[in-house]
């Protein structure tokens, strides 16, 4: 490196090199405090980096160095802010996602309790018809009953009249029967007397007889 920035240096600043061809030694020369040689003054950080900037490949380099450095650190600022912008867009969109699916849920929650609300609607329903059946089945058998009540009142009317004729009939055959009866009675009683009298009409014809 420092053999490199010498050349550098002599093709600069020739005066600095006024000892380049000296016969001493740099490791068996003494040097005062206050001495100077071009190897101290070439290795300065200073001389080095003063060399360095003042040639043109140099300044070129720091050129397109820092140009790249700056389209590096746009294209990576650029790219920071599109995975910012990506970040939070996937934020917002998982924050949307996770609404939806919150609101999915509510949703199937609703879903659920309305189906649960339309069958046990449906089984009343059900229910409600099976009950109107059956009251319109028990209305038809109270209507047929009172149909035949009404049938079976009228023919007990009917055989209330009937019965009622019959026994008049037969109070009316009672009281001829007893008539009957009675003129029987009132007949044996005759044929009695009768019978009296023919004996007696038989004794008297004897009596005749024998005289």
Same mark, same amino acid.
């Given at each position: 490196?420092?053999?490199?920035?010498?050349?550098?240096?002599?093709?600069?600043?020739?005066?600095?090199?006024? &000892?380049?061809?000296?016969?001493?030694?740099?490791?068996?020369?003494?040097?005062?405090?206050?001495?100077?040689?071009?190897?101290?003054?070439?290795?300065?950080?200073?001389?080095?980096?003063?060399?360095?900037?003042?040639?043109?490949?140099?300044?070129?380099?720091?050129?397109?160095?820092?140009?790249?450095?700056?389209?590096?650190?746009? &294209?990576?600022?650029?790219?920071?802010?599109?995975?910012?912008?990506?970040?939070?867009?996937?934020?917002?969109?998982?924050?949307?996602?996770?609404?939806?699916?919150?609101?999915?849920?509510?949703?199937?929650?609703?879903?659920?309790?309305?189906?649960?609300?339309?069958?046990?609607?449906?089984?009343?329903?059900?229910?409600?018809?099976?009950?109107?059946?059956?009251?319109?089945? &028990?209305?038809?058998?109270?209507?047929?009953?009172?149909?035949?009540?009404?049938? &079976?009142?009228?023919?007990?009317?009917?055989?209330?009249?009937?019965?009622?004729?019959?026994?008049?009939?037969?109070?009316?055959?009672?009281?001829?029967?007893?008539?009957?009866?009675?003129?029987?009675?009132?007949?044996?009683?005759?044929?009695?007397?009768?019978?009296?009298?023919?004996?007696?009409?038989?004794?008297?014809?004897?009596?005749?007889?024998?005289?």
């Amino acid at each position: 490196m420092m053999k490199k920035s010498a050349r550098l240096w002599q093709g600069i600043q020739p005066e600095l090199h006024r &000892y380049s061809h000296a016969t001493f030694h740099e490791g068996t020369h003494r040097q005062a405090p206050g001495d100077s040689t071009p190897w101290r003054d070439v290795s300065s950080p200073v001389n080095r980096f003063r060399a360095w900037w003042l040639a043109p490949a140099a300044k070129g380099s720091v050129i397109a160095a820092w140009c790249l450095t700056c389209v590096i650190s746009a &294209y990576c600022f650029s790219i920071q802010q599109d995975a910012k912008g990506t970040y939070l867009l996937n934020n917002v969109l998982l924050r949307n996602l996770h609404e939806e699916s919150q609101r999915a849920n509510a949703n199937e929650g609703r879903a659920g309790e309305l189906q649960e609300a339309m069958r046990q609607y449906l089984s009343e329903e059900k229910s409600r018809k099976r009950s109107a059946a059956k009251l319109e089945e &028990y209305v038809a058998s109270s209507e047929k009953m009172k149909a035949g009540i009404v049938n &079976y009142e009228l023919e007990l009317v009917r055989e209330r009249g009937r019965a009622d004729a019959t026994h008049e009939r037969n109070q009316q055959l009672l009281k001829e029967l007893m008539s009957v009866r009675r003129e029987m009675a009132q007949v044996q009683k005759d044929n009695a007397t009768l019978a009296m009298e023919v004996e007696k009409l038989q004794r008297l014809l004897k009596r005749v007889g024998q005289l």
